[in-house]
């Protein structure tokens, strides 16, 4: 069975300082991994991917993931938070083996303090 | 990529009315989808919408409620028949072009049923 796991609903931090959202996911098959963004009031656009090519994904607007196959994870880090940040944050595991097929994470709500 | 426009973006609707979304994406994309997203939550697949005949839908959508038409690549609709106030949500329409698994995203529409 297929499975997306965000580990924390809600991530507070303070502009300047580190993020980090984390994602476990669980497959049978090698998947496509994603992290898109959500603003408010807007549809979901795309951070980064990861499709067996480098481990350690770049994304846009500083963001950037790290495949950890032993851990089953592709946690979701910046080095340093924008206000513009704050967003709601889906890790999303996609497979194309005999079909298609996409699991979505719960999502994660990014604050960022001043 | 792939550019999706929706409309409308948001409306107010009476019990027992019906609603039709349009979506329309800018380049040609093997498949479409529509996802429900209701407040504060994550992304449920309703219908992959299939050119030129029936929709395939999830468990728990049906199509005398939920309709769908995709007469060609680029261009697709989802209706809300008989609304209750249960179908207050955002309605997206998502697309993704062949072999990325990447999705593409209208900004939704945002639906309240009164």
């Known amino acids: 069975a297929q499975s997306v796991t965000q580990l924390d609903s809600h991530v507070s931090v303070s502009e300047g300082t580190p993020v980090l959202l984390r994602c476990n996911y669980s497959?049978?098959?090698?998947?496509?991994l994603f992290w898109y963004v959500q603003h408010p009031n807007k549809g979901l656009q795309l951070l980064l991917k990861?499709?067996?090519?480098?481990?350690l994904v770049k994304g846009i607007n500083g963001f950037e993931a790290e495949f950890k196959k032993s851990e089953t994870s592709f946690h979701l880090t910046k080095p340093s938070a924008h206000m513009s940040d704050a967003a709601e944050y889906f890790c999303?595991?996609?497979?194309?083996?005999?079909?298609?097929?996409?699991?979505f994470g719960a999502g994660t709500r990014l604050f960022v303090k001043a | 990529s792939a550019v999706i426009s929706q409309k409308p973006s948001r409306d107010i609707c009476q019990r027992g009315t019906s609603l039709t979304i349009q979506c329309q994406v800018d380049?040609?994309?093997?498949?479409m989808f529509w996802y429900r997203q209701q407040p504060g939550q994550s992304l449920t697949l309703i219908a992959t919408?299939?050119?030129?005949?029936?929709?395939?839908?999830e468990s728990g959508f049906v199509i005398d409620k939920f309709p769908i038409s995709r007469p060609n690549l680029t261009f697709s609709t989802l209706t809300v028949s008989n609304m209750s106030p249960e179908d207050s949500s955002i309605y997206l329409c998502?697309?993704?072009?062949?072999?990325?698994?990447?999705?593409?995203f209208g900004e939704g529409s945002r639906l309240t049923v009164l």
């Open positions: 919408a299939n050119q030129g005949s029936e929709a395939t839908y």
């Open positions: 998502s697309a993704t072009t062949p072999g990325t698994g990447e999705l593409f």
């Open positions: 999303v595991v996609t497979l194309m083996t005999g079909g298609f097929k996409t699991i």
């Open positions: 380049s040609q994309v093997t498949m």
């Open positions: 497959s049978s098959y090698s998947p496509s």
């Open positions: 990861y499709t067996s090519a480098a481990t």
